[in-house]
């Protein structure tokens, strides 16, 4: 008696061949959604970043933080001895699980300290060495202005500002702080250290953005361009 239960050669190359043609069209749709949520975990990490940054302004009379600082916040400690802000013993808190974008979190190969559209920059003074993916508005860290009370150099006011949800203050980055210029032209990739460290192509043609009034939101490519770095506000803030 022959068995006649079982499958031919046939039909189970063509049961297979379906099969293989159902992954190859969900595939795509998968990547999309894997993509997507990486994106919205950023978005997440950048929250908690402007909640460490809106805790630091809160208790230090508005003030940004230095340029000098930056690397201290993104390895944890919230302040240095050499803080204009402030004076007092460092705040360490924890920063690892939220220092790298979802879409950049390896270093790049060879020892490179800068990173890219998906490789995290490092810190290699760090045992073991620091990686994030994120980087500050240099403009907005760099400038300083004296205290009356004082006679101190302070951190911008942010306070004093308008238009703050104008203000990127923290971004998908290649470097720790980056010198975005006003350009009379669409920003480029070309230099690490200014334009190019804010412009790539992370998140299907957006980066992700921290403002000074501590929203976070996607930011197109183009309109890096339109936005305020630094030379919008009252440089006589006192």
Avoid at 197 to 224: P, Q, S
Wanted: with cysteine; hydrophobic share 40%; proline share 7%.
């Amino acid at each position: 008696m022959r068995n006649t239960a079982g499958f031919t050669l046939i039909e189970l190359l063509m049961v297979i061949s379906v099969i293989v043609l159902l992954m190859a069209l969900l595939l795509p749709a998968l990547q999309r959604v894997r993509k997507q949520a990486r994106a919205v975990v950023c978005r997440t990490n950048l929250k908690q970043w402007g909640t460490i940054l809106n805790i630091y302004v809160e208790e230090n009379r508005a003030r940004l933080p230095t340029v000098f600082d930056s690397y201290l916040f993104f390895r944890g400690t919230f302040i240095s001895d050499e803080d204009p802000n402030v004076s007092g013993p460092s705040n360490p808190f924890d920063t690892k699980k939220i220092a790298c974008c979802p879409m950049a979190v390896r270093p790049r190969p060879r020892g490179s300290k800068i990173g890219s559209t998906f490789e995290a920059w490092v810190d290699r003074y760090q045992d073991p060495p620091f990686r994030c993916s994120y980087g500050f508005n240099q403009k907005l860290l760099s400038f300083q202005s004296i205290d009356a009370s004082t006679g101190k150099l302070r951190g911008l006011d942010v306070f004093s500002l308008t238009g703050r949800a104008k203000y990127p203050i923290l971004l998908d980055c290649k470097v720790p702080h980056a010198v975005a210029m006003d350009h009379q032209e669409p920003p480029t990739e070309r230099h690490p250290f200014g334009w190019g460290a804010f412009c790539m192509n992370r998140h299907n043609g957006y980066i992700n953005g921290l403002f000074l009034d501590w929203t976070v939101r996607k930011i197109g490519l183009k309109e890096l361009w339109t936005l305020k770095w630094y030379s919008d506000f009252d440089t006589s803030n006192p």
